[in-house]
């Protein structure tokens, strides 16, 4: 609900303004579920639901909606979780980011970088013409054409 919470809470001011983006960060998992996350892919679809719905109806005030989906990005998170990995599988985190890493065409996590320079660009007046979107910055690890 926090989405629904800030985009009800931001969106008149946006429309009052005449312009106004709003990028949420969802997951690769919008575009193919993650395997035994049944709840977050259902609420990270909802969410993806809303942002479309949203810039839907407010596109002609200018209000911009968007989603960013990034795939395997090196964060402290993705460092836990192959921590976590390892020590149950018996090997080592760097075991665990390379078979990550062999899943995705570009055959490399991602870099925070990549994810942020996404956000600022969809936030910019450069993606003028961009809304109701769900953009994945994966490396092409999502197999969905779409």
């Known amino acids: 609900?926090?989405?629904?919470?800030?985009?009800?809470?931001?969106?008149?001011?946006?429309?009052?303004?005449?312009?106004?983006?709003?990028?949420?960060?969802?997951?690769?998992?919008?575009?193919?579920?993650?395997?035994?996350?049944?709840l977050s892919n259902s609420v990270r679809a909802a969410v993806?639901?809303?942002?479309?719905?949203l810039s839907n109806e407010y596109a002609k005030d200018n209000v911009l909606v968007t989603n960013?989906?990034?795939?395997?990005t090196l964060t402290s998170r993705l460092d836990e979780l192959s921590e976590k990995l390892?020590?149950?599988?018996?090997?080592?985190?760097?075991q665990i980011q390379d078979r990550w890493s062999s899943q995705i065409p570009m055959r490399r996590l991602g870099q925070a970088e990549e994810f942020a320079n996404m956000v600022v660009f969809l936030a910019?007046?450069?993606?003028s013409y961009i809304t109701g979107v769900s953009i994945a910055v994966d490396g092409g690890f999502?197999?969905?054409?779409?």
């Open 86 to 94: 390892a020590k149950a599988e018996g090997v080592t985190p760097k």
């Open 142 to 146: 999502v197999k969905s054409p779409f």
């Open 48 to 53: 993806s639901g809303l942002v479309k719905s």
């Open 1 to 38: 609900m926090s989405a629904v919470r800030l985009c009800y809470a931001v969106v008149p001011h946006m429309v009052e303004q005449g312009a106004g983006s709003i990028v949420t960060t969802q997951s690769y998992s919008v575009k193919q579920p993650i395997d035994n996350l049944v």
């Open 124 to 127: 910019s007046e450069r993606s």
């Open 68 to 72: 960013v989906c990034p795939g395997y």
